[in-house]
């Protein structure tokens, strides 16, 4: 199975989102689970782990699934060999996944990532993987189901974690 998570934050709280998948071409979840963190850490620039990292592993733990793919809303390396959310987190689970991060703006700190374009649209999807060639994770994204630029369950989780 697959998951794709998402965070909102509102009202001094993290809402975090995971959308279950068997397929990357599945155009509905096989279940959602959704869960609040109050203990939110504040926004620092170029530590975003520190924020999000929480709410993601408690929302894979509400799931007690076990994994092969984790899309994430972010990146995951940046540049000078550092990691970026989805480093962190790919070395934080206590099993292991392959880890793509799907970004919808470039980001100067990124490395190791690629553009990709969905649907019609003209504006790029930024790409980037760790247990997986980079070409793989693009394959992947692009081949998730949906007709637009934002897959439809990367679309789906985010609608999740906004529901306050």
Not at 60 to 73: M, N
Request: with cysteine.
């Amino acid at each position: 199975m697959k998951a794709v998570l998402d965070v909102h934050y509102a009202r001094g709280e993290a809402h975090a989102a995971c959308v279950v998948f068997e397929a990357w071409s599945d155009a509905a979840a096989a279940e959602t689970f959704r869960t609040e963190v109050s203990d939110v850490q504040p926004y620092r620039p170029g530590r975003f782990f520190e924020r999000e990292l929480d709410p993601l592993m408690a929302v894979l733990e509400l799931s007690g699934e076990r994994f092969s793919h984790i899309v994430i809303d972010g990146f995951v390396h940046l540049k000078d060999g550092k990691r970026a959310l989805g480093g962190h987190l790919h070395e934080a689970l206590p099993f292991p996944a392959v880890v793509i991060g799907v970004a919808k703006n470039p980001l100067a700190v990124a490395d190791r990532f690629a553009p990709i374009f969905r649907g019609r649209s003209a504006k790029a999807l930024y790409v980037s993987a760790i247990g997986c060639s980079l070409d793989e994770a693009c394959r992947a994204i692009v081949g998730m189901h949906g007709p637009y630029r934002i897959p439809t369950l990367l679309r789906l989780a985010d609608r999740i974690a906004r529901e306050v």
